[in-house]
């Protein structure tokens, strides 16, 4: 397993993802990376990718994810005799979804389209985007419970990533900590639909605070879930972590390849609020080392790739 590195200081981090070289990955990454800098002018802090759809009802964009049950009886388990045609049926809806062309929205940004999307370790922020017809080939509806009954695409993860939130999930019920899931894959499209909505509700300037632009939301990577509990009355909300089913999760995730993506006092680095609920899949590995380093994923790559430079210039 690969020794964790001390972190290092933010001023090196922003120099170091704005170099138009890979942060922690092949050199063909990403392109057009000039602009990857993590500025103030490129990311808003203390936003909350999840927080936007607090401003979108079911009505205006369809299935809000902070739709709640009114009671535990609600949730869904998935049992045994689910059908792959469930599946199937929502597969079949998220490609006719993402085949239509996405609106225009009021501004267009030109961020860096990364290149390896299908990566269990691509990172996807407010500076690298993904593609927008990317949809991953493998999603699959774990079995874990959810809060809500329907068939839909925000059930959905990829395979890698849906087993291991199975396993996570039944080592929580074994020490009698019950999670709940809520919002996993979303489709470009989707995204685009949220931002657009808030954008013509908000205008721009207002919108960008709270709403993540499309591409730029780790949902569509397939690798991220948002996860609460009853007694956070199902709500994508900060005093989950305060829960014992929030505390359990941050303690336990890295152990099933996931991380809490966006940590607490670490706004400045990733662009987004603390959200105790957001945890992506990264692997074992990369999850064991964050949380020993208490780094988040940017940090960690930036040291990756900083320590790949220095034993470059140690060859020579």
Avoid at 25 to 49: F, H, M
Avoid at 70 to 94: I, R, Y
Avoid at 230 to 254: I, K, M, R, V
Wanted: hydrophobic share 30%; proline share 3%; charged share 25%.
């Amino acid at each position: 397993m690969r020794q964790p590195r001390k972190p290092i200081r933010t001023s090196a981090i922003i120099l170091i993802i704005g170099m138009t070289l890979t942060v922690g990955c092949s050199s063909d990454d990403i392109s057009n990376t000039n602009d990857n800098n993590l500025s103030e002018k490129d990311t808003t802090i203390g936003q909350s990718e999840d927080t936007e759809n607090q401003s979108v009802t079911e009505q205006d964009i369809t299935n809000s994810d902070n739709e709640h049950p009114a009671d535990a009886s609600n949730l869904t388990e998935n049992n045994q005799d689910q059908t792959n045609e469930d599946d199937s049926n929502v597969l079949e809806e998220v490609d006719q979804n993402t085949t239509e062309q996405p609106s225009d929205t009021e501004e267009i940004k030109d961020i860096p389209v990364v290149a390896n999307y299908s990566s269990t370790e691509v990172l996807v922020n407010k500076n690298r985007s993904l593609p927008a017809d990317y949809v991953p080939d493998d999603l699959v509806q774990p079995n874990v419970p959810f809060s809500f009954e329907e068939q839909l695409e925000k059930k959905l993860m990829r395979e890698e990533a849906a087993q291991a939130l199975e396993a996570l999930f039944n080592a929580a019920k074994e020490e009698e900590i019950e999670l709940v899931a809520i919002s996993g894959y979303r489709s470009y499209n989707t995204q685009q639909s949220i931002y657009t909505w808030n954008v013509n509700t908000y205008g721009s300037e207002h919108a960008n605070q709270f709403s993540a632009y499309p591409g730029t939301s780790e949902h569509q990577t397939g690798l991220a879930m948002d996860i609460s509990s009853a007694s956070a009355d199902y709500a994508l909300e900060e005093h989950f972590g305060d829960t014992s089913e929030g505390q359990w999760l941050a303690e336990n995730a890295a152990e099933y390849g996931f991380i809490i993506r966006y940590e607490e006092g670490k706004e400045e680095v990733t662009g987004y609020a603390y959200e105790p609920w957001h945890v992506r899949y990264v692997g074992v590995d990369i999850a064991t080392s964050i949380k020993e380093s208490e780094v988040t994923l940017e940090e960690y790559f930036a040291e990756e790739m900083n320590a790949t430079i220095h034993d470059s210039e140690d060859e020579k």
